[in-house]
């Protein structure tokens, strides 16, 4: 197959173009070209910002492919170029949604289902909070998912949606799990918030991958969209219990009011497996339609932390803060013991 990669190299997309060089497919990939990739040289590489209209026409014109993956669309109006300059272009188009397309529903049930997608949705948080950010993205991916639908319903547009949660890789550049691992290496407690306390049901990168593999060699799926997600829905506890088991070190987890961590603006670094746009999704559609067979949690993580450990990356901003965490601790412990 010929098929087109928009953005993404640094994660996802970087594991996904290997796959498809191994399985034989030639590879084209369309992004800003701002972070140097470690792609192999048979890759073709088309530059520009897929925000702006004229760039994609201007790399596009003329081409078409068998398949186009779509790692980074964030927004209404960017759905509406894509179906215009893709309709009658592409065989198939597969794109990452998000499972905050349900946190912005209210009342969805958790783990949220496929069928859970429509509902009345929650209003905009303040404008300057961080829920803020969370919620538009949110939304903005419904857009994107609505005018897929309506576009597979009036012109047979040929998408796939897949809706990933957080996203558990050795390449992840937010570092979060290596945020957790920092704080267990160095045996001081793990502050997180005591409200909300969510399980967690994320998803190796490996298997998102493996999702793409399975409708590209299927067929399967155009026109519906999958939730995409580990077996396993685990306790923040059960989480860091596992990791720090890896690491041969205790998990300590202290919680306290949200509203006190927020204060000292430790949120969401000081646990961010903790807020509540952390999305629980359920996989069962994706196992009886895909026949998708997902990692098991203790293995990947196991993976995670062993990299991780021969592989350690800077430490994180959210770490520099760590010592602040720790005082602010012994004083919280000094109050309420009185």
Not at 17 to 22: D, F, I, R, V
């Amino acid at each position: 197959m010929n098929i087109l990669i928009i953005g993404g190299t640094r994660n996802v997309g970087h594991y996904l173009t290997s796959a498809l060089l191994e399985a034989g497919h030639r590879v084209t990939v369309f992004n800003r070209g701002r972070t140097p990739d470690e792609l192999r040289a048979e890759v073709e590489r088309l530059q520009g910002d897929r925000t702006l209209r004229a760039d994609l026409d201007k790399a596009l014109r003329g081409r078409t492919f068998d398949a186009v993956i779509d790692n980074a669309i964030y927004k209404g109006a960017e759905a509406e170029t894509i179906l215009e300059l893709l309709n009658g272009r592409t065989g198939r188009y597969i794109f990452l949604s998000t499972g905050q397309i349900y946190l912005v529903r209210e009342g969805a049930p958790r783990p949220s289902k496929e069928v859970d997608y429509d509902g009345r949705l929650m209003p905009a948080p303040k404008l300057e909070s961080y829920g803020h950010q969370e919620w538009l993205y949110g939304m903005d991916k419904r857009r994107i998912e609505d005018a897929m639908v309506s576009a597979w319903e009036t012109i047979s547009f040929p998408y796939t949606s897949l809706r990933i949660p957080m996203i558990s890789s050795e390449r992840d550049h937010f570092h979060r799990l290596y945020n957790y691992i920092l704080r267990l290496k160095d045996e001081g407690p793990i502050l997180a918030p005591e409200t909300p306390n969510y399980p967690l049901r994320h998803v190796y990168v490996a298997d998102v991958v493996n999702a793409i593999m399975r409708l590209l060699d299927t067929g399967l799926g155009i026109g519906k969209a999958y939730n995409i997600a580990q077996e396993e829905t685990v306790t923040l506890d059960e989480y860091l219990n596992l990791v720090g088991g890896f690491l041969g070190v205790q998990a300590e987890i202290v919680r306290i009011a949200s509203s006190k961590l927020e204060a000292q603006g430790f949120l969401p670094d000081c646990s961010p497996f903790s807020e509540r746009w952390m999305s629980e999704l359920d996989n069962t559609l994706s196992k009886e339609e895909l026949g998708m067979v997902y990692t098991p949690l203790p293995v990947y993580l196991e993976k995670l932390v062993r990299f991780y450990t021969h592989n350690p990356p800077p430490k994180t901003a959210s770490y520099l803060r760590r010592r602040a965490e720790l005082t602010f601790l012994e004083f919280y412990r000094q109050e309420t013991s009185v």
